[in-house]
């Protein structure tokens, strides 16, 4: 990661999942990084989007550790034991969009709310993992509402943090990051493992697309192969 200072800190939330552990990975193999913090339902701090406070727990407790450079979210449900992304209207229940919404959408706007603040004041990147089917525009195919849904309010919240962090902190920038169809859990019933990427070239591409993009970018929505993505 070039763009960042010589001994430069990251941490990574949802580290346990597929992305997010290769991120850990790739982070940890850059001879520039000096501390890479993996956060997740087990970690010690614990992120669990399912407890609310947990989000400021942690930020208070990694509070000491800052400033960091980066923080990438990299958590997020498609599917859980009791559901699987609706196809029809008829398919619709609060149960479900109230799950999708606080994992993908409630808790990461709780660490924009707690961990903007963690973010270096020369130059920090904080990219939350949306989803390309998350863009209204470019909705044609209709289906997975609850998870749609719910990214498209992760980007409006993404892009309204943004403008208000600018005055505070000119050098962060935050970003909607599209990672692909990557291979992982989540993706596994919809063919993920045929069609999709390893999460380690998934994670470069997407830490080469952070490192080339700059403060001027903040509130935007990228894809991992460097595109920028409609709303
Ligand atoms: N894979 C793809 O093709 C694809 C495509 C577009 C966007 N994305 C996005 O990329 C991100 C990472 O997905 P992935 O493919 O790496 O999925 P994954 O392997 O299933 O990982 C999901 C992560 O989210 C965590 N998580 C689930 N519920 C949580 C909760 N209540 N609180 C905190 N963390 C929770 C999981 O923790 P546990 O290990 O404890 O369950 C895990 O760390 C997601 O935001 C996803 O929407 C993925």
Redesign the pocket.
Same mark, same amino acid.
């Not at 000096?34 to 614990?46: C, Y």
């Given at each position: 990661m070039d763009s960042f200072p010589d001994g430069y800190r990251a941490l990574v *939330?949802?580290?346990?999942?597929?992305?997010?552990g290769a991120l850990v990975a790739a982070l940890r193999d850059d001879p520039r990084c000096a501390l890479v913090v993996g956060l997740?339902?087990?970690s010690q701090p614990v *992120?669990?989007?399912?407890r609310e406070e947990s989000v400021a727990e942690a930020a208070a407790a990694l509070a000491a550790q800052g400033p960091f450079q980066l923080i990438i $979210?990299?958590?997020? *449900?498609?599917h859980g034991a009791a559901f699987m992304p609706e196809k029809k209207l008829a398919d619709l229940h609060y149960d479900q969009m109230l799950e999708t919404f606080?994992?993908?959408t409630f808790?990461p706007a709780l660490v924009l709310r707690h961990f903007s603040r963690l973010l270096d004041r020369q130059r920090s990147v904080l990219a939350l993992?949306?989803?390309?089917?998350g863009s209204i525009e470019d909705n044609r195919l209709g289906g997975w509402y609850s998870?749609r849904a719910s990214?498209a309010a992760l980007n409006m919240l993404l892009k309204t943090a943004a403008i208000e962090v600018r005055r505070s902190n000119p050098g962060a920038l935050l970003l909607a990051l599209?990672?692909?169809?990557? $291979?992982?859990?989540?993706?596994q019933p919809f063919r993920?493992a045929e069609i999709?990427r390893p999460?380690a070239v998934a994670a470069q591409q997407m830490l080469a697309v952070i490192d080339g993009l700059g403060a001027e970018a903040s509130g935007q929505f990228h894809s991992w192969s460097g595109e920028r993505l409609p709303w």
């Amino acid at each position: 990661m070039d763009s960042f200072p010589d001994g430069y800190r990251a941490l990574v *939330i949802g580290a346990s999942g597929a992305i997010g552990g290769a991120l850990v990975a790739a982070l940890r193999d850059d001879p520039r990084c000096a501390l890479v913090v993996g956060l997740d339902r087990h970690s010690q701090p614990v *992120i669990d989007f399912a407890r609310e406070e947990s989000v400021a727990e942690a930020a208070a407790a990694l509070a000491a550790q800052g400033p960091f450079q980066l923080i990438i $979210n990299a958590a997020g *449900i498609l599917h859980g034991a009791a559901f699987m992304p609706e196809k029809k209207l008829a398919d619709l229940h609060y149960d479900q969009m109230l799950e999708t919404f606080r994992v993908n959408t409630f808790g990461p706007a709780l660490v924009l709310r707690h961990f903007s603040r963690l973010l270096d004041r020369q130059r920090s990147v904080l990219a939350l993992l949306s989803a390309k089917v998350g863009s209204i525009e470019d909705n044609r195919l209709g289906g997975w509402y609850s998870y749609r849904a719910s990214k498209a309010a992760l980007n409006m919240l993404l892009k309204t943090a943004a403008i208000e962090v600018r005055r505070s902190n000119p050098g962060a920038l935050l970003l909607a990051l599209h990672p692909g169809t990557v $291979n992982s859990r989540l993706s596994q019933p919809f063919r993920g493992a045929e069609i999709g990427r390893p999460p380690a070239v998934a994670a470069q591409q997407m830490l080469a697309v952070i490192d080339g993009l700059g403060a001027e970018a903040s509130g935007q929505f990228h894809s991992w192969s460097g595109e920028r993505l409609p709303w």
